[in-house]
C-alpha cells in the first residue's frame, strides 16, 4: 500500500511542482516546498484516508506550508538577492525584456494579493485546477472560490493598469476550464 501511495505522490510531482513555483515565484523555493510537502506527506502518511484524492492532499499540505513560510516572510520584509534580478539585465531583443518585465510585474502583483487569493491564483489559473477542485481541497464554497478570484483578478489588473482597484472593469468572462 505505501510503495503504490509513493509511486502516485511521484507521479503528481510535476503537478505539485508547477504549483509550488506559481506560489513562491522561484524555482528553489519550489523545490524546497516541494520536497518539504513530500516529507511531511510521507511522515503523516496515516492522516491520508485511502478513498480520498492523494492530490488534494498534498496541495493542501504545499499550501499549509506555504502559508506559514510566507506569514514569516512578511513579518521580515521583502529581501531579494542581487543574483534574481541579475537576468533581467544584458538580454537582447525588446520583446524578451517587455515579456520578462510583465512577467515580474505579474508576479509582483500576485505576491501583494493575499494569500488566500494566491493559492487561488496558483490553483485555478497557473495550474488549471476546477473551481469545485479548488473549492474541495480548501474547504470553502464554490462562491467563495469565485469571489476570491474575481477580487484577485480585479486587483491584478488594477496593479498592471496602474489604477485603483475599484476603477477597474469587471473581469472578463472565465473559460469552461476555469469553471
Known amino acids: 500500500m505505501v ?3 509513493q509511486s502516485r505522490m511521484i507521479q503528481l510531482l510535476p503537478r ?5 513555483l506559481a506560489l513562491t515565484g522561484d524555482r528553489d523555493k519550489a523545490d524546497d516546498l516541494v520536497q518539504d510537502t513530500c516529507e511531511r506527506a510521507l511522515a503523516h502518511l496515516d492522516q491520508w484516508k485511502p ?7 498534498m496541495y493542501r499540505i504545499a499550501q499549509n506550508i506555504w502559508v506559514d513560510l510566507h506569514r514569516g516572510r512578511r513579518a521580515q520584509g521583502d529581501q531579494r538577492q542581487l543574483d534574481e534580478v541579475e537576468n533581467l539585465v544584458g538580454m537582447d531583443g525588446r520583446a524578451i525584456t ?6 515580474a510585474a505579474v ?5 501583494r494579493l493575499p494569500a488566500d487569493q494566491q493559492v487561488l491564483v496558483a490553483m485555478v489559473c497557473v495550474e488549471g485546477v476546477s473551481y469545485k477542485e479548488a473549492a474541495s481541497v ?3 464554497p464554490i462562491g467563495t472560490v469565485m469571489s476570491r478570484l474575481s477580487r484577485a483578478r480585479q486587483a491584478l489588473y488594477a496593479a498592471l493598469m ?16 476555469e469553471r
Do not use: H, K, M, Q
Open 3 to 5: 510503495d503504490e501511495i
Open 16 to 20: 505539485l511542482r508547477r504549483f509550488a
Open 51 to 57: 478513498g480520498t484524492s492523494l492530490d488534494s492532499w
Open 98 to 103: 517587455e515579456n520578462r518585465l510583465t512577467l
Open 107 to 111: 508576479t509582483e502583483g500576485i505576491s
Open 138 to 140: 480548501l474547504g470553502i
Open 162 to 177: 496602474d489604477v485603483p482597484a475599484a476603477a477597474s472593469p469587471s473581469p472578463v468572462p472565465l473559460s469552461s476550464r
